[in-house]
């Protein structure tokens, strides 16, 4: 009887855990999604952070519902191989379009990207483009 109160206590909190760190990630992505400068940096807060937000919840969920009976529940498994396999599909697809349309990133070009014109000023190197999606 002590055991099943304890082991119960330890899974309810672990659940507790699980929830409250999806629920961190999401809203950290939330906010780099609403507060970020540009569509690149914008790009990358839903697509890492809210991502593992709702794969801890899933976590979570997996767990309770494992926790309550002797049947395993592979739906929460199952949305979280959608959920892991689309979202970097998606962002590159949304990345690969933003490239194509030439948006500019407001980010600085890193140093040891740019290179000296003839005229003295920084820039980043020319895009150059196989052909294929040109």
Known sequence: MLIDTLADTLVDTLVAALILLGAAFTLIG???LA???DFFCRLHGPTKATTLGV????AASALYFAAQGPTPHPTELLVALFLFMTTPVSAHLLAKAALRLHLRSLAPVPARFRHEQTD??????????????S
Request: glycine share 20%; no cysteine.
């Open 30 to 32: 939330s906010i780099g």
């Open 35 to 37: 507060s970020l400068p």
């Open 55 to 58: 794969g801890g919840m899933l």
């Open 120 to 133: 003295g000023r920084d820039s980043a190197p020319a895009h150059r483009s196989s052909g294929r999606f």
